[in-house]
């Protein structure tokens, strides 16, 4: 820094050359830059939880024998609606494709709270903001004989599972 | 004086309260154009002011004050929510125990908790007033372009403080609330869902979320505030101090005696400084040393010396405004919270949405538009108008109309802004008053 005023102006005028003393503001230049892309980009890395603290996504709802031919019975805790039609069990999921609220069941299938959207017996929405169908999860039944709904894999709608 | 000390050995004890007070206050109360400049530039809170202010600014009717309200409704919920964080316990478990503690066992607590919550929602109205006092009397024209670039971000900081604190009592309708907000957001593009994620800390609203929103709440997000605050408060001394008319700034003629020292500043980079006295002696040249720094500010001109021209002492003219507004503010607030009781609703049951599931009243104007799209409604339209509010400066660059309420040369401008105004409003109305369960249209009679 001292040194500075001993330089001549030409330096300044033809830019073009690089000088030892361009190179190294150059790179401590791109240093602190690098160095700042990176701690920003750890921050982001640090704050996305590795681990969740809440509900795991594939649980056991119980027996088939629990849910009687012809039952729609609401899980609120797990937010699916499990519906038994004769001898098939399916998983449909309560919370309101628009907006996360929890849609209670209605006489024509399903509406919600928060911004009136319905839907009817199968997901299928019938009126309101919703932009698409409530999803079906897959039901599948465990060793054990317990029923397993694993939220993390949607099926097509009306595919049910034979018990 | 050394001959009084030496006569009283004890004067260092006898005068220890007023040495005290002079070392803290180092000027008498003023009585003389000097002792008030002196006043302002000695005392850390005052020397933020201008030593002189401009009588249009003063004006009552100009500003209604709406950005000082809205400095002291941020110092009142500063200390208001520091007091309220010595019984806060951001759990779950224990939170909304804790809202019950404060109405039942806290000594002041229910007085404290009415306090945060109404200068909170009076700060998102004084803000938004603020921003359009600003807008209609065509403030942020150049060179005041980014100031009101910082009063957006303001905005927007200060919905979202107001948003993240309403989750905090975790009652029905803070996780409702949060629910469909932090939806909303999952509806951006691209980075829609991870943002929702990194908010909540988990898939849905829970503990991780509680936790994230209070650090935001208390921590993050007002220390943003007070940054942008300083930037703003900085940028309106810089900018030349509040907009006015042209014709507010005529200059007078100078007078003959006692030439004074005149900066005018450059719109631009450089500031030129034209010294009109005759010649360099020393007391122009103390003159300039001491007025040359607080002069090189933008804006038309700045006149140091005994130029005559429309601008007071701050001390008092200025302080005792500001004093006057921090009064009524604070009677406000304090009179609001005796009569009202901020609500309180049921433990969050995250089984029953309550119905209708409504935001805080200045998001149901945002909500009554999610209702027919949760894309346009919630995260089009409202960017778009960001954008737009942030652009403004730079797409209106005609100069007239400043510093007038309604003028005419900005009829089109102003139009435009009610308009939006006007929107959002009855967006909010019916949101508010019109929507019963299921989100159907109620009448309100």
């Given at each position: 820094m001292a040194k500075e005023p001993e330089k001549p102006s030409t330096e300044q005028e033809s830019g073009e050359t690089l000088t030892r003393r361009k190179m190294l503001a150059w790179i401590t230049g791109m240093g602190v830059f690098g160095s700042v892309t990176v701690s920003a980009f750890s921050n982001f890395v640090f704050i996305k939880p590795r681990v969740t603290y809440g509900q795991p996504n594939r649980f056991s709802i119980g027996k088939p024998e629990a849910f009687p031919p012809g039952s729609r019975m609401t899980l609120d805790t797990r937010r699916i609606c499990v519906v038994r039609d004769g001898n098939r069990i399916a998983a449909i999921s309560t919370?309101?494709?628009?907006?996360?609220c929890i849609v209670a069941t209605s006489e024509t299938g399903f509406a919600c709270p928060c911004h009136g959207s319905h839907y009817d017996q199968d997901g299928n929405v019938t009126g309101g903001p919703a932009p698409r169908a409530l999803p079906w999860y897959q039901v599948s039944l465990a060793p054990n004989g317990e029923l397993e709904v694993d939220k993390d894999i949607e099926i097509e709608p009306g595919i049910y599972l034979n018990v | 004086m050394s001959n009084q000390t030496s006569a009283r050995p004890w004067s260092f004890i006898t005068d220890l309260p007023s040495n005290i007070w002079r070392s803290i206050f180092r000027n008498p109360l003023p009585d003389s154009d000097h002792g008030r400049s002196a006043t302002s530039f000695t005392n850390f809170f005052l020397h933020m002011q201008p030593v002189k202010v401009h009588r249009h600014s003063l004006r009552l009717t100009y500003t209604w004050g709406l950005g000082l309200i809205s400095l002291f409704l941020f110092l009142i919920l500063a200390v208001t929510g520091v007091l309220l964080m010595f019984y806060y316990v951001p759990s779950t478990t224990q939170a909304y125990d804790r809202m019950l503690d404060l109405r039942?066992?806290?000594?002041f607590g229910i007085f404290l908790r009415n306090m945060h919550r109404w200068a909170a929602h009076g700060m998102v109205a004084v803000v938004f007033l603020h921003m359009c006092r600003v807008f209609l009397t065509g403030a942020y024209k150049k060179p005041r372009e980014f100031n009101w670039v910082v009063g957006v971000g303001l905005f927007l900081l200060t919905m979202f403080s107001s948003f993240t604190g309403y989750?905090?009592?975790?009652?029905q309708l803070a996780f409702w609330a949060i629910t469909v907000g932090t939806s909303i957001a999952s509806y951006a593009p691209v980075f829609g869902k991870d943002v929702k994620f990194l908010l909540l800390g988990d898939s849905s609203v829970g503990q991780e979320a509680l936790l994230r929103f209070y650090v935001l709440h208390v921590a993050v997000l007002p220390i943003l505030v007070t940054l942008l605050v300083a930037i703003h408060f900085w940028r309106v001394r810089k900018d030349g101090g509040l907009s006015r008319p042209r014709e507010e700034d005529e200059v007078f003629p100078m007078p003959e005696v006692e030439p004074a020292v005149m900066v005018a500043a450059a719109s631009g980079a450089g500031a030129t400084i034209a010294v009109a006295a005759p010649k360099p002696s020393l007391k122009a040249a103390l003159q300039q040393k001491l007025y040359g720094i607080q002069g090189?500010?933008?804006?038309?001109f700045t006149k140091i010396g005994n130029?005559?021209?429309?601008t007071v002492f701050s001390w008092p003219n200025l302080v005792r405004a500001e004093l006057l507004v921090f009064l009524i503010t604070v009677a406000g607030v304090l009179i609001v919270s005796l009569y009202f009781n901020a609500p309180l609703e049921e433990p969050v049951n995250i089984m029953h949405p309550p119905n209708p599931a409504k935001a805080p009243w200045y998001f149901l104007g945002l909500q009554e538009m999610v209702s027919y799209s949760a894309f346009w409604g919630g995260v089009g339209i409202p960017t778009i108008e960001v954008i737009i509010l942030l652009l403004a400066p730079y797409l209106d660059r005609k100069p007239g109309g400043v510093g007038k309420w309604f003028a005419r040369e900005r009829l089109l401008a102003n139009s435009l802004f009610m308009t939006f105004v006007v929107v959002n409003i009855v967006l909010m109305m019916i949101g508010t008053f019109f929507r019963g369960p299921n989100w159907e249209f109620v009448s309100p009679w």
């Open positions: 919370t309101c494709t628009h907006l996360g | 039942g066992t806290v000594a989750l905090l009592p975790w009652d090189i500010v933008r804006g038309p130029v005559p021209d429309k």
